[in-house]
C-alpha cells in the first residue's frame, strides 16, 4: 500500500513539474526540483524529461542536476538549433559542464561530438579530437562551422583514414564556407587534393557529382549548381598552381625533359622539312601540322540560340566591385542555354549574342542563396562568349 502511495506521489510530482516546463514557470520548476521530482527517473524518462527541462536554457536548473549523480548526455541537449539562443545555450552547458559527460562511453562520445558540431562548439571538438574519441566522426568537420573546422589542425597523422579525410575536403568544398575553408587548409598546408583507397580526390569527387546529382529545377537549385561549378572552378585553379609553383625537383625535371623532347622533335621535323625542300636552311613547316583542333567553334558570325552549348568566361561585380567566386578566371566553362543551370534568366541574356561578344548579364540572387554577402543582391555580370559547340 505505501509503495503505491509512493509511485502516485512521484507521479503527481512528474505531472506538475511537466505543466510547470510547459507554462515556463522556472521558479516552480526549481522548486519541485528540490522537491525531489526526478526521484525514480532512468533511462529514457529521465532523458525526455531533462531534455524538457534544458529547452527553459536556465543556467540555474542545470547548476542543479549537474550536482546530480547521473552524468549528462547529448541526447539531453537536442534541441532546435534553427533557434539561435538554444545554440548559445547549449554552448554554455558543453563549455561549463564538460567534466558531466561519460567519455569512457564509446557512443556517447560519438553523440557528442555531433552535438558540438552542429552548436559551432570547437573546443569540445578539439577535446574529443585530443583524447582520441569519435575517431570514425571526424569527417563531419567538413560540414561544420569555421570554428569546428579549424580543429583539423589538431587531427594527428594516421587517426583519420584516407577515404574519411577526403570526404571530410569534399564536405568543406560543398559548405556555404567553402571559400573560407579552402583558404584555411592552404594557409596551413593541407594537402586537399589527396586521394583515396578508390584513387579519387575532391576534384573527382565534384565532377562526379555535377554529372550525377539531380539538382532542383527552381532558381534554389540552379544557385546551388552554379555555386559548385565556381568551386570547381577554383579547385582545378589551385591544383594547377600548385603544380606549377610546388618546387618539387621530380617536376622540375619532368618539366625540363618535356621542354626538351619539344625542342628535338621540332628540330627533326624542321630539318625534314629543309632537306623535302632541298635545302639546308630552316623553312617554315606546314602550319597544319601545328594547329589544334578547337572542341569549339570560334566564328564570330555564330549567333547563340536557345538549346546552344557555349564555351563562356564572366566576371560578376556587386556595386561596382568584383566578389568573391564569382569569376572563372579564364578558366572557360561550358553551358547550354535553357538548361536552367543558372540563377534567374542569366542564360537567356546571352541569346542574340555573337562569338566573341562580352554581354552584361543582370541577376538577383535569391534571398536564401546561402552566402551572406550574395543574399539577395543584384549582380552584374561580363560574360564573354569564348566559342559555339557545333
Given amino acids: 500500500m505505501g509503495d503505491k502511495k509512493k509511485d502516485n506521489v512521484q507521479e503527481m510530482n512528474l505531472e506538475n513539474l511537466n505543466h510547470a516546463i510547459d ?34 536554457r536556465s543556467m540555474e536548473i542545470m547548476d542543479f542536476l549537474s550536482r546530480q549523480k547521473e552524468p549528462f548526455t547529448a541526447d539531453m541537449l537536442r534541441l532546435d538549433f534553427s533557434v539561435f539562443q538554444n545554440k548559445k545555450f547549449v554552448q554554455e552547458v558543453l563549455e561549463k559542464y564538460s567534466k558531466k559527460f561519460d567519455l569512457s562511453d564509446a557512443e556517447e562520445c560519438r553523440k557528442l561530438f555531433s552535438l558540438a558540431c552542429s552548436v559551432d562548439d570547437g573546443k569540445t571538438v578539439r577535446n574529443l579530437i585530443r583524447q582520441k574519441k569519435a575517431t ?3 569527417e563531419r568537420i567538413g560540414a561544420a562551422s569555421m570554428p569546428v573546422f579549424e580543429q583539423i589542425a589538431v587531427i594527428p597523422v594516421g587517426m583519420i583514414h584516407d577515404d574519411q579525410r577526403v570526404d571530410l575536403f569534399f564536405q568543406a568544398c560543398l559548405s556555404k564556407e567553402y571559400e573560407e575553408k579552402i583558404a584555411f587548409m592552404r594557409e596551413s598546408g593541407i594537402d586537399f587534393f589527396m586521394k583515396n583507397t578508390a584513387g579519387k580526390n575532391v576534384i573527382d569527387l565534384f565532377e ?12 534554389k537549385g540552379r544557385m546551388q549548381k552554379l555555386r559548385e561549378e565556381q568551386t570547381l572552378i577554383m579547385l582545378k585553379k589551385i591544383q594547377q598552381e600548385n603544380g606549377q609553383s610546388g618546387g618539387k625537383i621530380k617536376g622540375k625535371r619532368l618539366i625540363a625533359l618535356i621542354v626538351v623532347i619539344c625542342v628535338i622533335v621540332a628540330a627533326i621535323i624542321g630539318g625534314a622539312a629543309a632537306y623535302r625542300n632541298g635545302s639546308g636552311d630552316a623553312e617554315t613547316t ?37 566578389f568573391d567566386g564569382g569569376s572563372t578566371d579564364g578558366a572557360g566553362t561550358d553551358l547550354t542555354i535553357g538548361s536552367g543551370s543558372y540563377i534567374d534568366d542569366f ?33 552584374l555580370f561580363e560574360v564573354t562568349i569564348n566559342g559555339i559547340y557545333e
Fill in 208 to 219: 562526379e557529382r555535377l554529372k550525377t546529382f539531380h539538382y532542383s529545377n527552381d532558381k
Fill in 136 to 138: 570514425d566522426c571526424y
Fill in 23 to 56: 507554462r515556463y514557470q522556472r521558479e516552480n520548476v526549481m522548486s519541485l526540483l528540490r522537491g525531489g521530482a526526478l526521484t525514480g527517473l532512468t533511462g529514457e524518462e529521465r532523458t525526455r524529461t531533462c531534455r524538457r527541462l534544458a529547452s527553459l
Fill in 347 to 379: 542564360e537567356e541574356q546571352l541569346i542574340g549574342a555573337n562569338v566573341g561578344d562580352t554581354v552584361e548579364v543582370s541577376v538577383t540572387f535569391p534571398d536564401d542563396y546561402g552566402v551572406d554577402e550574395l543574399n539577395g543582391q543584384d549582380a
Fill in 286 to 322: 606546314d602550319s597544319s601540322a601545328e594547329e589544334e583542333t578547337a572542341s569549339y567553334s570560334t566564328d564570330t558570325s555564330l549567333v547563340v540560340e536557345d538549346g546552344d552549348t557555349v564555351n563562356i568566361d564572366y566576371t560578376g561585380y556587386i556595386d561596382d566591385a568584383e
